[in-house]
């Protein structure tokens, strides 16, 4: 079982930043892949980054070069650096693990938090 607690949502200006994190019960290096997804009001979650236990980073089209993921394994946290906000990144953010076992897969996720991006 991992917990997952998000925090640092906010309302920001379009052009603003904000730092996203998320705290895991477990070692980092235990999970597989923790990553940050969204969902917009009246849309489907959306995958916006990946790191894997090893570090590897992915990041959606739509954020790239503007959103960065990062870990601190000492603090069993994974971070979403957002710069450049747009009105369209607003949503709901939650931070996602997956572990893997022998035939099985377990996905965890936090409760969310809420990021508004409004002038």
């Known amino acids: 079982q991992v917990q997952l607690v998000e925090s640092g949502g906010a309302s920001v200006q379009p052009g603003g930043s904000l730092r996203l994190s998320c705290a895991a019960s477990?070692?980092?290096?235990?999970?597989?892949?923790m990553g940050w997804y969204r969902q917009a009001l009246g849309k489907q979650r959306e995958l916006v980054a990946t790191?894997?236990?090893?570090?590897?980073?992915n990041h959606a089209d739509s954020v790239k070069g503007r959103f960065t993921i990062s870990r601190d394994v000492a603090k069993n946290t994974v971070y979403l650096q957002m710069n450049s906000l747009k009105a369209e990144d607003t949503a709901v953010y939650y931070c996602?693990?997956?572990?893997?076992?022998?035939?099985?897969?377990?996905?965890?996720w936090g409760q969310g938090t809420e990021v508004t991006v409004t002038s």
């Open positions: 790191i894997t236990a090893t570090g590897r980073t």
């Open positions: 477990a070692n980092l290096e235990s999970i597989n892949t």
């Open positions: 996602n693990a997956i572990v893997w076992t022998p035939g099985s897969q377990y996905d965890y």
